[in-house]
């Protein structure tokens, strides 16, 4: 064997780098099928994002359809709906952020201190199992329940209190969007802050109560801070995800009486793209959607490593 060769197959083995990942071969293989799972349906498709960037053609397909620039990123910002769908979009998710991320963090709070635990694993069970219900279920519940003779107009009636158009008026939808929500993940996204508080040291609860420290008291100055690091990342996320609302369950609700609050983007990338067959148009709405998130959850991570010291890198 030539000399060099040699020389660079001794490199490379001396790279502790590259022993390491020779040693822990078994370790690789266990973790590349969800690598190639990334590779795959995560980054392969990245490949037909260019089309937001051309007038995609289907019969000339991606490589061959010609190069528009930003026409379409401009055709969406001059378009009568951009206005609607951006503030639409904005006012449910920080609606959604605002009113839904506290309610799990209180829930476990509230969990956590129950002693009793028959009474603890049922009210689990009853908070988590709304977690599973399909969408489609779901938006028909709300439907069902909120209709002119749904169940609530009928106790409304009853009560001698006037009929309410629930889903035909456009300043109740964010409300039933949001209130709804929050009652079908409460108690899933409590799971996390309940595993964070069973981490705690009974020995500072053990300290606290020698000094005299109130319940509340130790709410407050034990567990809450104990929950910051771990409710600091879920804010990270939700904030790199505060332009996707999610499509299902506002299409089901959507009607022409509501659709002034209750478009969004990806409803209406949806009616654009594949109703209208405006690919190249809904790519860019697309594209532009997902930049913003990635900024946002950036600049909170930032924020939040400067602040708190803590992040997600």
């Not at 528009?68 to 378009?79: E, P, T």
């Not at 069902?144 to 939808?173: C, D, R, T, W």
């Amino acid at each position: 064997m030539p000399l060099y060769r040699q020389s660079i197959g001794r490199a490379i083995w001396n790279n502790r780098s590259i022993k390491g990942m020779i040693r822990g071969w078994r370790l690789y293989v266990f973790i590349l099928p969800a690598f190639l799972y990334f590779i795959i349906f995560c980054y392969g498709p990245m490949y037909g994002v260019q089309i937001a960037f051309k007038d995609f053609i289907p019969a000339k397909g991606i490589w061959g359809s010609p190069w528009v620039g930003l026409k379409h990123f401009s055709m969406f910002f001059g378009s009568h709906a951009f206005d609607t769908v951006i503030k639409n979009t904005v006012s449910i998710s920080l609606y959604t952020l605002i009113a839904g991320f506290p309610a799990p963090v209180i829930l476990a709070l509230m969990l956590n201190e129950v002693k009793g635990k028959f009474f603890k694993k049922l009210v689990q069970n009853v908070t988590y199992a709304p977690h599973f219900i399909s969408m489609v279920v779901m938006a028909g519940m709300i439907i069902m329940y909120l209709s002119p003779n749904g169940i609530v107009n009928q106790l409304f009636e009853h009560a001698g209190i006037a009929k309410i158009p629930f889903l035909e008026k456009a300043s109740y939808f964010n409300d039933i969007y949001v209130f709804s929500g929050i009652w079908q993940n409460v108690g899933w996204g409590s799971i996390i802050y309940l595993a964070a508080l069973a981490g705690i040291d009974p020995q500072l609860h053990e300290a606290a109560i020698v000094d005299g420290a109130t319940r509340m008291q130790r709410i407050i100055y034990i567990n809450i801070p104990s929950l910051i690091p771990t409710m600091v990342i879920i804010l990270i996320l939700d904030a790199g995800g505060i332009m996707n609302v999610g499509f299902e369950k506002v299409y089901l609700l959507q009607n022409p009486l509501n659709l002034e609050a209750s478009e969004v983007i990806s409803t209406y990338v949806y009616k654009v793209g594949l109703l209208k067959a405006q690919y190249s148009f809904s790519a860019a709405i697309g594209l532009f959607n997902t930049l913003i998130n990635l900024s946002l959850m950036l600049l909170v991570n930032k924020i939040s490593r400067v602040v708190s010291k803590t992040s997600l890198w």
